[in-house]
């Protein structure tokens, strides 16, 4: 029974290694990805922690659990329930652990500056928003950042990537872009770019940490008028004050 409980992934026919399943994998990193985007999002637009702080401690429970046997990690198990009818796509178990271990090591001072001593600043809240950009790319396009850095330290290499990934050579021409799809993709990703200055820039912020996001994207003309601004009202409330 322990041996079992110990061993890191799964046997299956016709794979020389331990494999996972990457669509349970997928499954649960998109759940993540939503859970975490919204509790960010609720502690600062309205100041709301409690989401928040719940979210990381389950986010570091549930990596802990995945680095020592990801079969009774709570996430991968809530991200079986909803693929289970679906095909498994096997990958390497070990660039999956490498990788994780990296997420349970970003999460810890989370947990402790975000949970156990509520201290945020502008680098702790950037640590998490990288988690949950790594939680977005391995969910959408099954891209594993820990699973690239482990084929490029580790001198064995994997041998089972998502979608074939390791061995792939020649991309067919459906996985190709022409000139006028490449105009496409460039105009979009600069339109999704100014979406997401224009949403930080003009949300009017509730919170000390969301005012200091919306201060790193003020231009020097509108510094200067949110200083004069601030003037005026320091002003008029010393002068309601004198009288």
């Known amino acids: 029974m322990w041996g079992n409980f110990f061993q890191y992934g799964n046997k299956v026919p016709d794979f020389d290694v331990l494999v996972l399943n990457e669509r349970e994998a997928r499954a649960a990193a998109g759940i993540l990805f939503l859970v975490g985007l919204l509790s960010l999002l609720n502690a600062l637009m309205i100041g709301n922690i409690i989401v928040t702080k719940y979210y990381l401690a389950f986010f570091t429970f549930d990596f802990l659990i995945r680095v020592v046997n990801p079969k009774y990690s709570p996430s991968m198990l809530l991200g079986r329930l909803f693929i289970q009818n679906q095909k498994p796509e096997y990958v390497g178990a070990l660039q999956k652990r490498f990788a994780w271990s990296i997420g349970f090591f970003l999460s810890l001072p989370m947990f402790y500056y975000l949970v156990l001593n509520w201290e945020p600043s502008m680098i702790k809240i950037l640590v998490c928003v990288f988690c949950l950009v790594l939680l977005f790319l391995e969910a959408a396009f099954s891209f594993c950042l820990g699973c690239w ?75 200067a008028k949110e200083k004069e601004m601030q003037y005026q009202r320091d002003l008029e409330e010393f002068e309601e004050e004198e009288f």
């Not at 041998?159 to 459906?174: A, E, I, Q, W, Y």
């Open 149 to 223: 850095i482990y084929n490029i330290i580790m001198p064995e290499k994997s041998k089972n990537c998502p979608g074939g990934s390791c061995g792939l050579t020649f991309k067919d021409r459906v996985q190709q872009f022409n000139f006028t799809q490449k105009i496409i993709v460039t105009i979009t990703i600069i339109l999704l770019s100014y979406g997401l200055y224009a949403y930080l820039y003009h949300t009017e912020n509730r919170t000390n940490f969301g005012e200091a996001v919306a201060y790193k994207f003020m231009s020097k003309e509108d510094l």
